[in-house]
T-cell receptor, first 112, second 110 residues
Framework: KAGVTQTPRYLIKTRGQQVTLSCSPISGHRSVSWYQQTPGQGLQFLFEYFSETQRNKGNFPGRFSGRQFSNSRSEMNVSTLELGDSALYLC???????????FGPGTRLTVT | SQQGEEDPQALSIQEGENATMNCSYKTSINNLQWYRQNSGRGLVHLILIRSNEREKHSGRLRVTLDTSKKSSSLLITASRAADTASYFCATDGNDYKLSFGAGTTVTVRA
C-alpha cells in the first residue's frame, strides 16, 4: 500500500495570508490526524477526523480548521497566518481504532 | 501542552553500545507508543505497548511500561549509525489523539 502523502511538501507564505494543506491517508484508513511540530512546543495535536466527523480538537485558535472528505482525504486550513505558525505540519492515518499511526513526510510551512 | 516528559533530552553513544531513554506521563492510557524521527521528517512507528503489558520486544528494541509509576523506557541494543534520530514517546488515551513527549535526540558515533 502507498503511504500517507502530504502536499505541498514546502510552502512559504506571508503574514496575513491563508494556507491549505492536503493529506491523503493510507488506503482503507478512515482516521486522519494532524499535528504541528515546532522547536519550542514540540509535537502538538491539532485535530482528528473519522468518516468526515471531527472527533477531537487540540488547543489551537479558530484560525486552524480542517475537514475530511468522503474518500478520507483531509485538508487543514490556517487563516490569517502569523509568524508563529511556521512549523512542520504532520498528518497521520490509522484504521480508526486505537493503535499505531502512520505519518506522512510533513509540510514545512514558513511564514515571513 | 505535552503529556509526557522524556529523559534524557540528548544522548551520545558509541556504535555497538546500548541506548536507554525514559518517558513519564500524567494521565491514564490505553497504550504507549514510541516513534523515531530523522532530521525533521515524518515519524516512524517503532513499537506499541498496551496498558496491560509490562514489556515488549521488537528486534533490537525493548520497551517497558510501569503504569503504577506512569513511566516507560525504550532500550535500543547494539546501536548503529542509522539509529541516529530523535525518539518520541506518545500516549494514547480514549480521546482519539496521541500526546507526545519532548523527545530524546540520540547520536550514534562511529
Amino acid at each position: 500500500k502507498a503511504g500517507v502523502t502530504q502536499t505541498p511538501r514546502y510552502l512559504i507564505k506571508t503574514r496575513g495570508q491563508q494556507v491549505t494543506l492536503s493529506c491523503s491517508p493510507i488506503s482503507g484508513h478512515r482516521s486522519v490526524s494532524w499535528y504541528q511540530q515546532t522547536p519550542g512546543q514540540g509535537l502538538q495535536f491539532l485535530f482528528e477526523y473519522f468518516s468526515e466527523t471531527q472527533r477531537n480538537k487540540g488547543n489551537f485558535p479558530g484560525r486552524f480548521s480542517g475537514r475530511q472528505f468522503s474518500n478520507s482525504r483531509s485538508e487543514m486550513n490556517v487563516s490569517t497566518l502569523e509568524l508563529g505558525d511556521s512549523a512542520l505540519y504532520l498528518c497521520a492515518s490509522r484504521d480508526g481504532g486505537g493503535g499505531e499511526q502512520y505519518f506522512g513526510p510533513g509540510t514545512r510551512l514558513t511564514v515571513t | 501542552s505535552q503529556q509526557g516528559e522524556e529523559d534524557p533530552q540528548a544522548l551520545s553513544i558509541q556504535e555497538g553500545e546500548n541506548a536507554t531513554m525514559n518517558c513519564s506521563y500524567k494521565t491514564s492510557i490505553n497504550n504507549l507508543q514510541w516513534y523515531r524521527q530523522n532530521s525533521g521528517r515524518g515519524l516512524v512507528h517503532l513499537i506499541l505497548i498496551r496498558s496491560n503489558e509490562r514489556e515488549k520486544h521488537s528486534g533490537r528494541l525493548r520497551v517497558t511500561l510501569d503504569t503504577s509509576k506512569k513511566s516507560s523506557s525504550l532500550l535500543i541494543t547494539a546501536s548503529r549509525a542509522a539509529d541516529t534520530a530523535s525518539y518520541f514517546c506518545a500516549t494514547d488515551g480514549n480521546d482519539y489523539k496521541l500526546s507526545f513527549g519532548a523527545g530524546t535526540t540520540v547520536t550514534v558515533r562511529a
